[in-house]
């Protein structure tokens, strides 16, 4: 079967960039853009099938403002780095009527995957997002955002070609509270209101010979591979044993994962007197990965976080960018967390699964996590994990039909 890195490479290779003459930027809203508050459904609709667009480049658009619990005076807590992620429990994104993808816990899952792929530039030129400087976005109480789809979605991650002659859809689901997205010194009661949120769309307008080329391929309804890889968010309570073990995924119609991205928080969430942004090392020794029959990494990690002893962790999380991004001859590699801050703010513990004996796909994927730590874990720890896996969908433009291969 067709791997999801061969069929990217091989759509890259069929459009580039200089079949684009022009690209403008549109802003969609949602059906109801009064109800914006904590829980509700935010739906944004692309109808015209008559678009060219490239959702790889599109924009989440919020605008809001900070104010006290009564929704009066300026609000005095701060914003957490990545504070629009964290505005919402989900992220949901279709074509035509098939879900493609869904990201649950946008703020942590995105968190996470900005620590582990972005380079320090990309990190400075998403402060239009809230991820680099969050508060200066933020004046007098009010604010406004623009975040990279790319960031929240691995469809808006790999895919990069036009979307053509299909209906696409956005679904966003506010977060039942704001307290994850602040942070505060001291007790606070601030709350965020949002007062608009949009999809900002690039629509191409494509050469005449790249259009003509385009319109045979929907009149033939040739089928079009959209492959990309999916950041899959799970959770989970951690004992306050030294050694403990987490059965994270036992299922038969997923494909193997390609990486597992461990996050440690002790009393973070939904508590603005801590940063909801860090992570914090829990005193790990060691950590691994059992995949079926497998074991991630074989050697020990030997860490001792309080005597800056975090060596192999470090190697494994800057390691990760060049394997994820394999395919990009020009992607810089450099990673975004130095030593320090990697051991004081963010330490992830990442186990590249891209190289396995077994079958890709196998009848059942067993995955389980087992770790061990100096000291006993302290209560009130949760384990934040991300699965990166492979996903592949069909669409035939002229019937309009999405099928899902893997």
């Given at each position: 079967?067709?791997?999801?890195?061969?069929?990217?490479q091989?759509?890259r290779?069929?459009?580039?960039?200089?079949?684009?003459?022009?690209?403008d930027y549109?802003?969609?809203?949602?059906?109801?853009?009064?109800?914006?508050?904590?829980?509700?459904?935010?739906?944004?609709?692309?109808?015209?099938?008559?678009?060219?667009?490239?959702?790889?480049?599109?924009?989440?658009?919020?605008q809001?403002?900070?104010?006290?619990?009564?929704?009066?005076?300026?609000?005095?807590?701060?914003l957490?780095?990545?504070?629009?992620?964290?505005l919402?429990?989900?992220?949901?994104?279709?074509?035509?009527?098939?879900?493609?993808?869904r990201?649950?816990?946008?703020?942590?899952?995105?968190?996470?995957?900005?620590?582990?792929?972005?380079?320090?530039?990309?990190?400075?030129?998403?402060?239009?997002?809230?991820?680099?400087?969050?508060?200066?976005?933020?004046?007098?109480?009010?604010?406004?955002?623009?975040?990279?789809?790319?960031?929240?979605?691995?469809?808006?991650?790999d895919?990069?070609?036009?979307?053509?002659?299909?209906r696409?859809?956005?679904?966003?689901?506010?977060?039942?509270?704001?307290?994850d997205?602040?942070?505060a010194?001291?007790?606070?009661?601030?709350?965020?209101?949002?007062?608009?949120?949009?999809?900002?769309?690039?629509?191409?307008?494509?050469?005449?010979?790249?259009?003509?080329?385009?319109m045979?391929?929907?009149?033939?309804?040739?089928?079009?591979?959209?492959?990309?890889?999916?950041?899959?968010?799970?959770?989970?309570?951690?004992?306050?044993?030294?050694?403990?073990?987490?059965?994270?995924?036992?299922?038969?119609?997923?494909?193997?994962?390609?990486?597992?991205?461990?996050?440690?928080?002790?009393?973070?969430?939904n508590?603005?007197?801590?940063?909801?942004?860090?992570?914090?090392?829990?005193?790990?020794?060691?950590?691994k990965?059992?995949?079926?029959?497998?074991?991630f990494?074989?050697?020990?990690?030997?860490?001792?976080?309080?005597?800056?002893?975090?060596?192999?962790?470090?190697?494994?999380?800057?390691r990760?960018?060049?394997?994820?991004?394999?395919?990009?001859?020009?992607?810089?590699?450099?990673?975004?967390?130095?030593?320090?801050?990697?051991?004081?703010?963010?330490?992830?513990?990442?186990?590249?699964?891209?190289?396995?004996?077994e079958?890709p796909?196998?009848?059942?994927?067993?995955?389980?996590l087992?770790?061990?730590?100096?000291?006993a874990?302290?209560?009130?720890?949760?384990?934040?994990?991300?699965?990166?896996?492979?996903?592949?969908?069909?669409?035939?433009?002229?019937?309009?039909?999405?099928?899902?291969?893997?």
């Amino acid at each position: 079967m067709t791997s999801v890195v061969d069929a990217l490479q091989h759509n890259r290779a069929h459009f580039d960039d200089s079949d684009i003459i022009a690209c403008d930027y549109h802003m969609y809203y949602p059906y109801s853009p009064a109800m914006l508050g904590n829980n509700d459904v935010i739906t944004i609709t692309l109808q015209n099938q008559d678009l060219v667009t490239d959702v790889s480049k599109s924009f989440i658009y919020v605008q809001g403002k900070l104010t006290k619990e009564d929704g009066t005076g300026v609000g005095t807590a701060s914003l957490v780095k990545n504070f629009v992620g964290y505005l919402f429990d989900e992220i949901r994104y279709r074509l035509g009527n098939v879900e493609v993808e869904r990201t649950r816990n946008v703020g942590m899952t995105s968190t996470i995957k900005n620590y582990v792929l972005l380079s320090s530039d990309q990190s400075k030129y998403l402060q239009i997002g809230g991820w680099h400087e969050p508060n200066e976005l933020l004046k007098d109480g009010v604010f406004s955002a623009l975040l990279p789809l790319s960031c929240v979605l691995g469809f808006a991650e790999d895919y990069k070609l036009p979307i053509v002659n299909i209906r696409q859809e956005l679904t966003l689901l506010r977060s039942r509270s704001d307290k994850d997205c602040l942070f505060a010194a001291a007790a606070n009661t601030d709350k965020i209101v949002l007062e608009k949120v949009g999809w900002l769309v690039p629509h191409l307008t494509l050469s005449d010979q790249s259009r003509v080329k385009l319109m045979k391929l929907v009149a033939a309804d040739k089928p079009i591979q959209v492959p990309f890889r999916s950041w899959m968010f799970m959770e989970h309570p951690l004992s306050t044993n030294t050694k403990d073990s987490w059965t994270m995924l036992t299922t038969s119609n997923l494909q193997k994962p390609k990486f597992v991205i461990v996050g440690l928080q002790t009393g973070r969430k939904n508590n603005v007197l801590k940063d909801n942004a860090n992570f914090d090392s829990c005193n790990v020794q060691d950590m691994k990965v059992y995949l079926n029959a497998q074991t991630f990494p074989f050697a020990s990690f030997e860490a001792d976080f309080a005597k800056n002893q975090c060596l192999l962790p470090y190697e494994y999380y800057a390691r990760m960018k060049s394997v994820f991004h394999a395919d990009e001859q020009a992607a810089n590699y450099e990673p975004l967390l130095t030593y320090k801050d990697f051991r004081t703010k963010a330490p992830l513990f990442v186990f590249d699964t891209t190289k396995t004996t077994e079958n890709p796909i196998d009848s059942t994927i067993d995955l389980r996590l087992e770790y061990l730590t100096s000291a006993a874990v302290a209560a009130d720890t949760i384990a934040n994990a991300v699965v990166v896996h492979d996903q592949l969908f069909v669409y035939h433009p002229l019937s309009q039909t999405i099928k899902k291969i893997i």
